[in-house]
C-alpha cells in the first residue's frame, strides 16, 4: 500500500467523522499552498491531504478503503511472496491506463496484487476527479461556444447593436479551481471548482449583414485551463423576413389584393407603409399581376430610401348574390370586348 491515509491525517481507524474533519481542517490549513508556498512538495502535500480526506471522509470509500488495507497489511505480514506483487504493481501503476494494470494483474490471479491494486484504484479515481486540472498541466484552450441571433431586415440593412446573454462557465475565481478554501469547501463554487454567470454581450451587427452569417467573438468562449487561451463565442445571425411582404435590396415587396370591378373602374386604396398608412390610386383597367412603384416608401439608410413595389392581384369575391350574378350575366351579354385569345 502507497499510502496510508490514517497516516497521512495523522489519526487512527478508529478516529470519528468528526476527528477526521477536524484533523483534515487543521492540516489543509498548514499546508495549503497559499499558506506554506507553491513548492512542489507542498502541493503534492496538500493533494495527499485532500485525498485522503476524499476517502476517509466518505462511508463507502472509506469501507472499500479499509478493506484493501487490511488485506495488504495481511498480505505484507503473512506473505513473502506479496512482497514481490507489491513491488511489480507499483511499477505497472505508474502506466497511465488502468485496465492494462488490472488485466496483468488478474492474469496472475494474485489476490492480494489485486486487492493492492483496488486501493489504488480508489486513490486514482480520487485524483482524476479532483485534480484533472492541476494533473494535466499543458495548457488547454477553451470551448468554442455557438449560439444564435434574431435580428430584422431593418436592423440587417442598417446595422444594429444587439444584446446577447449568455451563461458562461469559468474557473472558481475564490479557489481557483481547487474546490477548497483553507480547508473548506469553497463558498463561491460549491466545491465544484467552476462558476457559471450569465454574461451580457453588446454585439454589434454590420449593416448590410447576409442571412446566416456568423459573428466571432474572440476570447468570449470557454475559459482555458492551465493558462491555455479562452475559446471564442460564435453568433449566428438570422434575419428575420416579414409575413406580410418581402425584401428586395432596400425595396419592399407586397402583393395587394382588388376586386374585379375595382381593377375595371380603378379605385383608391390603403397600404400600410413603414412610414404609416398612404392611399394609392389604382387606376381604371389595371390588369391582375400589375406593379404599382410607391417612391420613398421602402426601407431607409442614411445615404440610400428604397422603394415600395405592389403588385396587384385581382381577386374575385367568395360568394357572390344572386343580383350580382345576373349583373355578371348582363355583363357578358353586352360585352364587345374579347378576353385572351
Ligand atoms: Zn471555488
Redesign the pocket.
Known amino acids: 500500500m502507497t499510502k496510508d491515509y490514517y497516516q497521512i491525517l495523522e489519526i487512527t481507524e478508529f478516529s470519528t467523522q468528526e476527528e477526521i474533519k477536524m484533523a483534515y481542517r487543521k492540516l489543509a490549513r498548514k499546508w495549503h499552498p497559499d499558506v506554506a508556498g507553491n513548492s512542489n512538495d507542498v502541493i503534492s502535500k496538500f493533494k495527499e491531504i485532500n485525498e485522503a480526506y476524499e476517502i476517509l471522509s466518505n462511508n463507502i470509500k472509506k469501507a472499500d478503503y479499509d478493506r484493501a488495507r487490511k488485506f495488504y497489511n495481511y498480505a505484507k505480514s503473512s506473505k513473502t511472496e506479496a512482497k514481490n506483487t507489491e513491488q511489480k504493481t507499483e511499477n505497472t501503476t505508474t502506466k497511465p491506463d488502468f485496465k492494462e494494470t488490472k488485466q496483468s494483474n488478474t492474469k496472475k490471479e494474485e489476490k492480494f496484487a489485486f486487492s493492492f491494486n483496488w486501493e489504488e484504484f480508489i486513490a486514482k479515481k480520487c485524483r482524476t476527479n479532483h485534480y484533472k486540472k492541476e494533473e494535466n498541466k499543458s495548457a488547454k484552450r477553451g470551448n468554442d461556444i455557438y449560439t444564435d441571433i434574431e435580428i430584422s431586415v431593418f436592423e440587417a440593412i442598417n446595422g444594429t447593436n444587439k444584446v446577447v446573454n449568455m451563461l458562461q462557465t469559468q474557473v472558481?475565481p475564490?479557489?481557483g479551481g481547487r474546490?477548497f478554501?483553507n480547508g473548506s469547501i469553497?463558498n463561491?463554487?460549491h466545491g465544484t471548482?467552476e462558476t457559471s454567470n450569465y454574461k451580457k454581450f453588446s454585439v454589434k451587427i454590420p449593416a448590410g449583414i447576409k442571412d446566416k452569417s456568423k459573428i466571432r467573438l474572440a476570447g468570449e468562449g470557454e475559459a482555458g485551463s492551465n493558462g491555455g487561451k479562452n475559446g471564442d463565442l460564435y453568433l449566428t445571425v438570422h434575419i428575420l423576413e416579414p409575413k406580410s411582404y418581402k425584401t428586395d435590396g432596400l425595396n419592399i415587396l407586397k402583393t395587394v389584393q382588388i376586386a374585379p370591378y375595382d381593377a375595371v373602374l380603378g379605385t383608391t386604396i390603403s397600404v400600410t407603409t413603414l412610414k404609416g398608412n398612404v392611399s394609392v390610386k389604382i387606376p381604371a383597367n389595371t390588369q391582375n399581376g400589375q406593379k404599382i412603384r410607391l417612391n420613398a416608401c421602402g426601407i431607409e439608410t442614411p445615404s440610400k430610401q428604397g422603394d415600395m413595389i405592389i403588385t396587384i392581384e385581382i381577386q374575385l369575391p367568395k360568394e357572390l348574390s344572386n343580383e350580382e350574378i345576373e349583373l355578371y350575366k348582363k355583363l357578358r351579354d353586352i360585352s364587345s370586348s374579347k378576353v385572351g385569345g
Request: with cysteine; hydrophobic share 20%; glycine share 12%.
Open positions: 472558481c475564490i479557489c474546490k478554501v469553497c463561491e463554487c471548482g
